[in-house]
Nanobody, 125 residues
Framework: DVQLQASGGGLVQAGGSLRLSCVASELTFDDYAFGWWRQAPGKGREGVSIIDTSDNTTFYTDSVNGRFTISTDNAKNTVYLQMNSLKPDDTAVYYC??????????????????WGKGTQVTVSS
C-alpha cells in the first residue's frame, strides 16, 4: 500500500521556522506530483503548495508565497516544506499528498490520490 509519512511538525514562536518532511513509499516517485495541505481548527482543508516532479514546477497559495518553499529529494523519495517567518495563522495540521501525473494552475481543484496522516504545526504569538 502507498504510504506518505509526514514529520517535522511542532511548536514554534512567530517568526520562527520549521521544515516538514514526507517520505513516500510503494509508488514510483517520479510519476507523481506532491503537495502539502493544511487544516486549521474550525476550518476546511487548504492547499498550501505542490510540486510537479516531472519539471519541478511549483505552486503556492498566496498567504505562504515567499515564506514557504517546497522541494523534493528524488533519491530519498522525500518531499519537504521549508516554512519560514511563521505566523499564528499558519497553525494547522499539515498533510502530505500525492497525485499521479502532472498538475497545473488549478491544482487546488484536483483530487489527490493519496493523503498521509497529518503533522501538527503550532505557531505561538
Amino acid at each position: 500500500d502507498v504510504q506518505l509519512q509526514a514529520s517535522g511538525g511542532g511548536l514554534v514562536q512567530a517568526g520562527g521556522s520549521l521544515r516538514l518532511s514526507c517520505v513516500a513509499s510503494e509508488l514510483t516517485f517520479d510519476d507523481y506530483a506532491f503537495g502539502w495541505w493544511r487544516q486549521a481548527p474550525g476550518k476546511g482543508r487548504e492547499g498550501v503548495s505542490i510540486i510537479d516532479t516531472s519539471d519541478n514546477t511549483t505552486f503556492y497559495t498566496d498567504s505562504v508565497n515567499g515564506r514557504f518553499t517546497i522541494s523534493t529529494d528524488n533519491a530519498k523519495n522525500t518531499v519537504y516544506l521549508q516554512m519560514n517567518s511563521l505566523k499564528p495563522d499558519d497553525t494547522a495540521v499539515y498533510y502530505c499528498t500525492a497525485i499521479l501525473g502532472t498538475i497545473g494552475i488549478s491544482w487546488r481543484d484536483y483530487d489527490m490520490d493519496y493523503w498521509g496522516k497529518g503533522t501538527q504545526v503550532t505557531v505561538s504569538s
